[in-house]
């Protein structure tokens, strides 16, 4: 596609999908990225590995016009945030978003994340607790991604991958089926204005997650959760979401049909209606 045709319907394909950035420093004197939208009760939305917050686009255009107020958070290394060779942790990704809701003064937010956006969220539950948090929806990602005995819900065949060399690799698509065009227009529009994610500094991040067990995590909430999951996700079974949701007090799960792991991209209708479902239920 040329350049001049993109920007032919860029105008059209991107109408209300455009976001603002603001920048906070935090403790450890990384600017972070975030997009604040509507006004309301507060979601703050983080994406998966590698990915830029904008992705949630449909969603944030959906929140905003039923009343909430919906916050895009660029976690470090991702999208408009600077690139650290440091704090590549979910530990550390938790403590920025902690930094992220105090910087804003936010009280009782909704938490969203997709993949290891999720991640970053049970980090922050596992060091903060949920006295803050409202509730929380996880998009697509299992608590455990090493299958083991007692866990069959992460990723496929795990037990034979060899992670340290997995970025260097060829990875399945996330998508079930091809992207709406639309999708993948805005999803072009976005990463041509951004700076190429850095699979090699990140990589002790992308370790960590796949190490990471957010079971005794989950076990300790009492406030609402729900666990979205794609029918089809190249990443892992469906049946995560369930497993995940019985670990809960006031967990909940839904499996999304047609779609991957990118489930807020490829079903975005049904995402957003059982987003916001969830939401008001609560």
């Known amino acids: 596609m040329t350049t001049n045709l993109l920007l032919t319907l860029q105008p059209y394909f991107l109408r209300g999908a455009t976001m ?3 920048y906070f420093t935090t403790d450890d ?3 972070l990225a975030y997009s604040v939208q509507g ?4 979601i703050v939305f983080l994406a998966g590995y590698g990915a830029p917050g904008e992705l949630w686009f449909s969603q944030v255009q959906a929140c905003v016009k039923a009343g909430f107020q919906a916050i895009v958070f660029d976690r470090r290394s991702h999208g408009n945030s600077e690139n650290p060779a440091f704090g590549q942790s979910m530990q550390r990704h938790g403590q920025d978003l902690y930094q992220l809701i105090q910087h804003l003064g936010l009280v009782k937010p909704i938490l969203v994340g997709q993949s290891m956006g999720a991640s970053a969220v049970f980090s922050y539950l596992k060091q903060y607790g949920e006295e803050n948090v409202s509730s929380v929806i996880d998009v697509d990602q299992t608590p455990k991604i090493l299958n083991d005995d007692n866990w069959k819900h992460g990723m496929y065949n795990s037990e034979k991958i060899d992670f340290e060399n997995y970025l260097n690799q060829k990875h399945p698509s996330p998508f079930y089926k091809r992207v709406p065009f639309n999708v993948l227009f805005r999803m072009l529009m ?3 204005k951004l700076s190429k994610f850095d699979f090699v500094s990140t990589k002790p991040l992308f370790l960590d997650h796949i190490h990471s067990d957010w079971r005794q995590t989950l076990e300790k909430l009492t406030i609402p959760i729900l666990f979205l999951a794609g029918a089809h996700s190249p990443m892992w079974p469906a049946s995560h979401a369930e497993a995940a ?7 909940k799960y839904y499996i999304v049909e047609k779609a991957g792991h990118a489930v807020n991209l490829e079903q975005s209708k049904a995402s957003n209606q059982e987003i916001l479902r969830f939401i008001r239920s609560i």
């Open 190 to 192: 976005i990463n041509r």
């Open 39 to 42: 006004t309301g009760i507060p």
């Open 245 to 251: 949701a019985k670990l809960c007090s006031n967990g």
């Open 29 to 31: 004197q990384v600017k």
């Open 20 to 22: 603002d950035f603001h």
